[in-house]
């Protein structure tokens, strides 16, 4: 059974960044897509950055693109999410998910819904 685990959320100013790291056991990553999602306080979950199981594709939601990279290094089983000129509106808790894939080379979504393991979230909080 897959089990994921965030890090790295923390408390940094506007235009600030923080690295956020999601650490897989259970099983190889290889086979997943992984995607990264956040959720503010009284708001949906929504999707923030995904990549698929081999690397190639990665996509991005619009409030994102241009500051927010997503990445995983296979051989220590982590995708990582750096996060540059942040933003208050991009306080939330931060989640990384997977999705075991069906295809290899499929491109990768960014809808929750998708996604089938989950895990517990690292808080993220943009203040001046």
């Known amino acids: 059974q897959l089990r994921l685990v965030e890090s790295g959320g923390g408390l940094v100013q506007p235009g600030g960044s923080l690295r956020l790291s999601c650490a897989a056991s259970?099983?190889?990553?290889?086979?997943?897509?992984v995607g990264w999602f956040r959720q503010a306080p009284g708001k949906e979950r929504e999707g923030v950055a995904c990549v698929n199981s081999v690397g190639a594709f990665k996509a991005y939601t619009d409030p994102v693109k241009g500051r927010f990279t997503i990445s995983r290094d296979d051989s220590r089983n982590i995708v990582y999410l750096q996060m540059n000129n942040a933003k208050p509106e991009d306080t939330g808790v931060y989640f990384c998910a997977a999705r075991l894939v069906r295809l290899i080379k499929q491109p990768c979504v960014t809808a929750k819904d998708e996604y089938s393991y989950w895990g517990q979230g690292t808080q993220v909080t943009i203040f001046s």
């Open positions: 259970g099983a190889r990553l290889g086979s997943y897509d």
